[in-house]
Structures are given as C-alpha cells and as structure tokens.
C-alpha cells in the first residue's frame, strides 16, 4: 500500500504543521532509545530488570543473567555513553546530566514492572533515579538490588580520584580488585581510563540531599573482601529504606559480581520472584 492510500498516514498528512510534530515527537517518546539498552531474556517479560554497571563497565558485564533467571524476567542492561557501542559518544561527569536523560530514555520501558540492580555506580545510579522518578510521578521499580557502594548519605572517606595520574588510579584500581592484566594492557588502558575517570568523576562529584525513605524492598549486596566498601557502609542503606530491607554479604573483593555471580543470581531470582508475583502496579508516590 502506497503512502497516499494509507487512509491513517494521509490523515496524518492533513494535520496541522504543528499538531504533527507534536504527534511526532510524542511516538518518537514511546519508543525506547535502542542506544541505552541491551536486551535479554522474554519478549513478554513478567517483569524487566535493568542493571547498571560499575565504573567502566557496560551492558556486557550483565551478559549471561538472562539464562540464570527466571523464563519470564528481561534483561535490560544499560549502556551508557563511552563504552562498548556507544565508544565514541562524549561521556558524563555529573550524576544530575546521566539521570535526567537517562529517565528519559527509559520511561517508554516502564510499562510492565520492573525491578534495578546496579553494582558500585550503578547503585548510585540505581537510587538516583528511582528518586527522579518519584519526583516526577513516574512508575517505580518494584524492588531496589544495590551492591557494592555504601549508602549515600555516608560522607566518602577516600580521596578524590578521578584527578589522579593514570600511574596512582592504576594503583587504587589495583587494591579494589581489577585483574593485574587489564592494568598492564597499555592499549586496553589507553582507551579504557578516559571513561573509568570520567565515570569515577560522578561519584567523586556527587552530593546528597535528603528526601523520605523509598517505599520499595531494598536488597543491598556486599563482598566479605571489599577493601573500599565495609559492611557497616552498606549497613546504613537500611536509613534509605521504607520498606523491606535485606543485607547480604557475598565471598569476594570489590567485583564480587564477576567471583561469584552464581550465588549473587541464586538470591536475586528468589527476591525478584517476589516482585513479580506481589499484588497491584508498581509502587507510585
């Protein structure tokens, strides 16, 4: 069928210049941004799980979880700019930029419960954004899996070191966990610091600013060997939490993710089980 004989499309055609770009703009709103997200897992999902990288990482990181998690659970791994396919896109260096377009991005997905997990910045993004969206009205996640950052309020006790010689952040790099053998790729590194310093930046950057407690469950995870994040740190989560609260503390360094991620899935899969059989929409304010 030819343009002009689409009945709808010449309907479209007759409309004002400018209900048509409202009408435009407001399909192209409905339509996720296919750049954001790498998706895994049911095309009919009982419920979407998006999952946030630490400093560095990308959507491959969560490569695999679709298979270790419940048939009806769909991955949606975020991609942020700077990394993996979007290497040549500029990255950021403030939360407040990352969330505002990043809530932007995602609201066409928020049509069938969802739940976040998001590792060391991840989990700050994890938060911030679940705060965008009840600011905004928005659906929230039916539950929060935070890991590996100490709660927000916290004040940071390390230095700043997104400003550090590449030589001393390779360093730090080294006591937190990442493998001898990325550090002493030259080329890996060349191309790979821009983006860690960059994403180190938000959270050296960030700043608190209190608000009521999240009405979600709150499932907060930690490895026994963290170096940077104790067990007390990620203890005070429970201030964020308005709901159920679990803390659950995993054999590994800083990337317990990578160590283990066996018993990591064991204990998302039977929280998120609960998601998605509790009763009613996802939590609004």
Same mark, same amino acid.
């Given at each position: ?5 689409? &009945?709808?499309?010449? $309907?479209?055609? *007759? #409309?004002?210049?400018? +209900? @048509?770009?409202?009408? /435009?703009?407001? !399909? ?61 896109? &500029?990255?950021?260096? $403030?939360?407040? *930029? #990352?969330?505002?377009? +990043? @809530?932007?991005?995602? /609201?066409?997905? !928020? ?81 790979? !610091? ?92």
């Amino acid at each position: 069928m030819s343009g002009t004989d689409d &009945p709808i499309r010449a $309907r479209v055609a *007759g #409309l004002p210049p400018e +209900l @048509r770009a409202r009408l /435009a703009e407001s !399909l192209r709103s409905r339509s996720p941004d296919p750049a954001w997200f790498v998706r895994h897992g049911s095309a009919e999902p009982g419920l979407r799980l998006f999952c946030f990288s630490y400093a560095g990482g990308g959507a491959a990181v969560f490569r695999g979880w679709a298979d270790r998690l419940p048939d009806d659970i769909e991955i949606c791994a975020v991609q942020l700019p700077g990394r993996e396919t979007r290497a040549g896109e &500029p990255t950021y260096r $403030r939360l407040e *930029g #990352l969330v505002a377009d +990043l @809530r932007t991005a995602i /609201a066409p997905l !928020l049509d069938r419960p969802f739940a976040f997990f998001g590792h060391s910045m991840g989990a700050l993004i994890a938060f911030d954004l679940t705060r965008q969206l009840r600011q905004t009205g928005a659906p929230q996640p039916r539950r929060l899996f935070l890991a590996a950052f100490r709660a927000p309020q916290l004040p940071n006790p390390n230095i700043k070191i997104y400003h550090l010689p590449d030589e001393v952040l390779k360093t730090v790099l080294a006591k937190d966990g990442t493998p001898r053998s990325v550090l002493d790729d030259d080329e890996l590194m060349r191309d790979w !610091l821009p983006t860690l310093r960059a994403d180190v930046e938000v959270c050296d950057t960030y700043k608190y600013a209190p608000e009521d407690p999240l009405p979600m469950p709150m499932s907060v995870f930690g490895g026994t060997y963290d170096v940077r994040v104790g067990r007390e740190d990620l203890e005070e989560w429970k201030e964020q939490a308005g709901g159920e609260f679990t803390l659950t503390m995993l054999p590994g360094s800083h990337f317990f993710l990578r160590e283990c991620p066996e018993l990591l899935l064991a204990h998302v899969s039977t929280e998120i089980r609960s998601a998605t059989i509790s009763e009613g929409t996802p939590p609004h304010e």
